[in-house]
Every structure is written in C-alpha cells, then in structure tokens.
C-alpha cells in the first residue's frame, strides 16, 4: 500500500496496513536544513517564496522519512488578502483588531487565485514533485474561531482568556458571529482553491477552540465549521478538525462531520477513538515533549497509543501539537520509524 492510498483510507475508515504517519509543524526549527534556508528571510516572505517553500515542505521527508507532506506556510496568510494589516514578531500582531460591526463590513472575500497565487504554486509543484514516489500533499487554513482570537484580540493570547474577544461576546455577539461567518467563507474557497491545486488531504486548526466550553462551542463554533464541511470538495479530500488539549470538545468536534478529528495530549485518544467509532477517524496524539524519550520507549508510546486508537474507524498518527523548535531530529525518526514497523490491520 502506497502513502496516499493509506492516508486517504485510514482518513476515510477503510481497511489500511498500519496507520500513516506525519507530524505537525514537521518542517520548522528542529531541522538544521530549515534553519539554513530561513537565513536572512522574513518568516512572511519565507511563506511567499515558492523555492524556498517548496524546499523545507519536501524537508522532513528526506531528513526522517515521513509519510505526507504538508505545505509551508501559515493560517494567516489568507487573512491578507481580507485588508488585515498583519506583522509577525514573532507571531501575528494585527494594526488594528476588529471591534464593531463597520471593521467586519469592511472585510473582503477575495479570490485566492488573485489573493494567494503563491500559495496555490506551492501546492501544484509539490503535487508534481511527490506524484512520483505517491506521497500525500495536506493543505491546511486556521478556522474561523481561532482566526478570530487574533483579529479580536490584536495578537495571540498565551493565557488562552480571550478577553477582548470575550467582551465582544458580551457586548455584542452578532459582531462575532459575523466575524465568524466571514471567515468561514474565506475558509471554504481557500480550502477548495488547495484541492484544486492539488491538496489530497486538508487540516483546519481550531487550536484555540478548547478555552471555550461545550456550549460556547456549539453556539458559536460549530455552526461555522459545519458550514466549512459542507462547502468543501470533501469528495477529493478529507477533512481533519484538529482542536488542542480540548477532552471535552471531543463530541461537539464529531458533530461537525468532519472525516478525521485530530486531538491533542490532553485527550485520552481511546475515549476519543470509541466517540468516534464509525463516524469518523482520529489522529494523534503523541506529545511532543515525548519525542526526546529514547527510541524504545517512543516505539512503545507509538504501541500504545494505535492499540488505544483501535476503536475509531481509522487512526493518522500524529502528535498532539506542533513539532516544537528543540525536539530532537533523532526522536522525529524513531517516532516515523515505530509507526512503520507497525502490521497488522487497523481501521
């Protein structure tokens, strides 16, 4: 079984050999060839630079082998193209934050093929770069909430309050949910642009989705990213919902109908793995902390953590978050390698 017939059928719940294997944020500071290539270069310009795009997306195959390649870039990128004025230092910081319903009026719905051309050549040369040795290409967009932290707040939130955004909600939730709808149209013509350019898989982070409780999240949340699974060409490529650290979002993430969810550290993938059951795949959720154990106690968490996943429909190994900038390249590879040591049926 090739990499992308094993991606698109374990993310669809059909019969696969082993589960696939991939990391997120596989291609960043932890690689010596990232951090060569990003001398002297904007992380922003970096992410507009076809070449050098194209080249550390490719990276993490090359250097520890795993199995999909998922495009450089960032959940901002798109939000440009609405008229958002958006630095990074190092993450994003927006010149003016949405407060009122004038600044959502004002938000442009653009065209990506005129927004982010860039992006969409990105996707198509990686797509004829890894046609070849059948690779799986994931595109990815921030879902709307998360997007919208950022927009509300000015810039990220490490104690996860949210309370410029929670005071808009008091204040005035129809300015939110308006937010929020914009996003997600922006989201669904992204992600359809992606699949067109050649994505077989697409990821939407909600990352910070989990500060908000089961019923925010289905009053506010859910709606627009059931909106997003219903507008997407989901037919050419499955959608995975990656939320972080969120145990209980598990159900409200099920209830958007998305074909994979993906969880953080935080979640007991079995209890993840038995909601889930035939309604969708799960992906996780190692933790990256985890990655710098030796490699025989890394195979044994990769052991334990396919066996607890048996009960979904299928199973995307994965971490429970982002590679983070000190993980050691050696844990990458014998995380890659105990996932592909793994026989037997799994789905």
């Excluded at 070449?51 to 082998?65: D, I, T």
Aim: hydrophobic content about 45%.
């Amino acid at each position: 079984m090739n990499p992308t017939e094993r991606m698109l059928r374990a993310c669809r719940g059909e019969p696969v050999d082993r589960p696939p294997v991939w990391l997120m944020r596989q291609a960043g500071r932890y690689l010596p060839e990232y951090r060569k290539v990003r001398e002297g270069i904007s992380f922003l310009d970096m992410c507009r630079d076809v070449e050098k795009a194209v080249e550390v997306s490719l990276q993490p195959v090359r250097a520890v082998g795993t199995e999909a390649v998922v495009f450089f870039s960032d959940i901002f990128i798109p939000v440009v193209g609405m008229g958002v004025a958006i630095d990074f230092a190092p993450g994003p910081v927006i010149a003016d934050p949405i407060r009122s319903a004038a600044q959502v009026a004002k938000l442009r719905q653009p065209d990506p093929s005129e927004a982010v051309p860039f992006v969409l050549e990105i996707l198509r040369r990686l797509r004829n770069e890894l046609d070849g040795p059948r690779i799986p290409l994931i595109g990815f967009a921030g879902a709307p909430f998360t997007l919208a932290t950022y927009l509300v707040e000015g810039r990220g939130d490490p104690t996860r309050k949210f309370k410029a955004l929670r005071g808009l909600l008091e204040r005035d939730a129809d300015v939110v949910r308006s937010l929020l709808d914009r996003l997600a149209e922006m989201t669904i013509a992204y992600l359809n642009a992606q699949i067109e350019a050649g994505a077989q898989v697409v990821q939407l982070f909600d990352t910070w989705a989990g500060a908000l409780t089961d019923e925010e999240y289905r009053r506010f949340v859910l709606p627009v990213n059931r909106a997003i699974v219903a507008g997407l060409n989901r037919a050419a490529a499955p959608l995975i919902l990656y939320v972080n650290d969120a145990p209980h979002l598990v159900k409200a993430m099920l209830d958007s109908g998305c074909d994979v969810i993906s969880v953080g550290s935080a979640v007991e993938i079995g209890i993840a793995a038995r909601l889930a059951g035939s309604r969708a795949s799960v992906q996780g959720n190692l933790d990256a902390a985890e990655l710098a154990l030796p490699p025989e106690r890394i195979a044994e968490r990769v052991r334990e953590i396919a066996e607890a996943a048996n009960p979904a429909r299928g199973h995307v190994l994965n971490l429970g978050h982002g590679c983070l900038p000190d993980t050691p390249v050696e844990g990458v590879r014998a995380f890659v390698a105990a996932a592909q040591s793994l026989g037997g049926e799994t789905g």
